[in-house]
Every structure is written in C-alpha cells, then in structure tokens.
C-alpha cells in the first residue's frame, strides 16, 4: 500500500519571517498525521527558518522547489543538492510547470536535477502536465510519456522506486480550473503503464503519484476518492495555515 503524501509549494510567497509565523500557526492546528506524508516547500530563503522552527525531529517533511544539478561551482544564483541536504531537506520538487514554461526548463535539464537529487538523497518529486493546447490535440499521452522517459533517463531501477510523481496539467495550475477526477486518474493510469514498461512490472504500481492543479479543501477528497491518487501537490490553498491543515486532515481520511 502506497502512504498519502500531500505537498504543499509556496513558490516565492513568504519571507523567511511570515514563513516562521505559517509553522508556529500550523503547528497549533497540527494533530497527529502518522499513516500519511505532509511536505512543504517554501522559497529557499526560507528553508532555514521553517527547519528551526519545526525542529529537526518534526515529521513535516521539508523540502525545496528546484535545485541545480551541479553540486558546486560558478553558476550564480544556484542551489545545489548538498546545500538543501545540509538545511535538513528531504525532498525536491523537479520540472514544475512554472520552471518549464516560464523559464524555459528542458526535459534534459530536468532529468539532470532528477539524478542530482538522487546523488544527495533527496527524494525527486517529478512534475509532468500537459499544456491546454496539446490536451485539445489529443497529445496529453504522448506528453506525459515524453516527460518521464527524458526526466528518468539513465536512472537505474532503485534510484527511480524512490522518486515521486506529480502529474500537473498546466491549465489547470492557479486557474481555479481543476482537472476532473476522472481525468486525473485516466492520466495517473498511464503514468503507472509507462513507467512499468519503461523500469520494470509493477513500478508503476509502487510509485506514488500526486495530482496537482487548484486542489482545495473542497475538491481535495474528490481526488482521493480513486486509489490510483495517492495524494496532491498544493500551490494556492496551502500558503494559508487552517486551509493548509484542513487539507492535511482530508488527507488522513480514508477514502469512502
Ligand atoms: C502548484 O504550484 O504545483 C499548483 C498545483 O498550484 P495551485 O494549487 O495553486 O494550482
């Protein structure tokens, strides 16, 4: 059985001090989350700041949004893996949307940060989607499998078992216009075939995959109603302490 795993991406929202008050906040709501993974991915100026405050015993998982795959050197403006492991990060989102199409992140660059992030033992949170445009042309498929072959190029078997998959159709990404359920799961489905033929027979059943794409406390148990979704990736709804707790709480509730 695969573990829920909510994750909930600040993108650059918060300074380092409104990031310390969202923890202490959190942290007052927070009841016991155990059978289930709740990540946060603040920007990376505030990565020191939520791990102080949380401790580095919480069972919060840090993480962060993007990282370089070199592991140091003249790349200005960079953050490496060691330098995320170093702040007590345990996972890494790789190829959001956002990195894709607005600053132009290659499948080859992300495949890159995946190995980078494996090197450093971080866990890779691999974002794929299909832009609006290519699921009216029928192209969503053949996306989603371009996405995963290039991001897990090269990675032998044991290195892809660890990683994570957020599928993360662009148009439905801070729109307010959610994917349907069933196009989630039709898609989640997929992802699971290719990545059974791509590694081995039931990887894809082994790897958990997240939906993501203005999920809210209202339509969040919507999607957790299907098995094939094994939890969601949050932008909007998650930069709030109660909504964020609300959505780690329909998290821990069995389905049905
Ligand atoms: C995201 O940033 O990954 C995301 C899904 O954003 P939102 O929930 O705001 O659509």
């Known amino acids: 059985m695969r573990a829920r795993l909510l994750i909930g991406n600040w993108k650059m ?11 202490e906040q959190l942290s007052r709501l927070l009841g016991d989350f155990s059978g289930i993974h709740v990540g946060l991915a603040p920007p990376f100026t505030a990565l020191h700041a ?25 790349y200005t403006g960079e953050i490496s893996g060691p330098m995320l492991k170093d702040l007590g990060c345990r996972f890494v989102l790789i190829g ?3 990195r894709r199409h607005l600053f132009g992140e290659s499948d080859a660059a992300t495949n890159k940060k995946v190995a980078a992030a494996v090197r450093h033992g971080l866990q890779p949170v691999l974002c794929i989607g299909e832009r609006l445009e290519e699921r009216e042309g029928n192209l969503t498929d053949s996306v989603i499998e371009r996405q995963l072959k290039a991001g897990l190029a090269g990675l ?6 660890g990683v994570a998959i957020a599928y993360e159709p662009v148009w439905a990404i801070g729109t307010g216009r959610a994917a349907t359920p069933e ?10 075939s290719i990545l059974n033929e791509l590694v081995e027979p039931g990887c894809g059943q082994r790897i958990p995959i997240l939906y993501g794409g ?4 209202q339509n969040l148990s919507s ?20 909504s964020f707790g609300t959505l780690i709480h329909i998290t821990k509730t069995p389905a049905g």
């Open 50 to 74: 939520v791990r102080t405050t949380l401790g580095r015993e919480s069972a919060l998982l840090l993480g962060a949004q993007d990282l370089h795959w070199e592991d140091k050197g003249a």
């Open 183 to 192: 196009q989630a799961v039709e898609v989640h489905l997929k992802t699971r």
């Open 214 to 217: 203005s999920v809210t406390p």
């Open 96 to 98: 959001h949307s956002e």
């Open 156 to 161: 032998a078997p044991e290195a892809i078992r």
């Open 13 to 23: 929202n918060k300074t380092a001090s409104e990031a310390v008050l969202f923890v």
């Open 223 to 242: 999607f957790l109603a299907s098995s094939e979704v094994d939890g969601a990736l949050v932008g909007g709804a998650c930069l709030d302490p109660s």
